[in-house]
């Protein structure tokens, strides 16, 4: 690895929160830093931002407040660990809650920060494939692109358009997640 290579790590956190929860890892005791520091090793790391829908705390609804509670404590977590918090939406249809303008956001930041020539490399920890053509962009820019991805739920639009893959396990997961006693 070069150690002068510059590296921008962009987390979809709701993909990523949905990846651990499907793991059995609590993403309020997951060691995001550790996680992204895992991948970024010996390079100049140049900034982390997180992506994820804000949920709105509803008046008489227990469920949106527990939600916002616990999501306003993984947004401190997260600052504490140097991240720059991107919210977007949530939007509940009945009891359905779905996150809504994040990809766009990541997409528009990612293609963003290779034209400003923020980064040489990418690191985008994500398995949507909705987020290929701001990466096939990206690489067409002259920038690498390398892809956090989940092993159960590969992104194969993903795989095709990058420069390096790293298919995660659970067991790679629970690297950083603190010892049981």
Known sequence: MDKKERVYVYI????????LKQTNCSSMKFDFKKFVESFVGERK????????GQIKPIDGDKKSQN????QQILFEKLKKAGFYVVRGHIRQIGKIFTEKGVDVRIGIDLVEG???DRYDRAILI?????LAPAVE????????VEIVGFEHKPSYSLIQKTNTYHSVKKSD???????QT
């Open 126 to 130: 994500s398995s949507d494939g909705d």
């Open 45 to 52: 790391l140049e900034g982390v931002r997180y992506y994820i």
């Open 173 to 179: 997961l629970d690297k950083f997640m603190p010892e």
């Open 114 to 116: 290779a034209y400003e």
């Open 137 to 144: 962009m990206v690489t067409r820019k002259g920038k690498k």
């Open 67 to 70: 939600l916002h509670k616990h």
């Open 12 to 19: 979809d956190g709701g993909n990523l929160y949905h990846n």
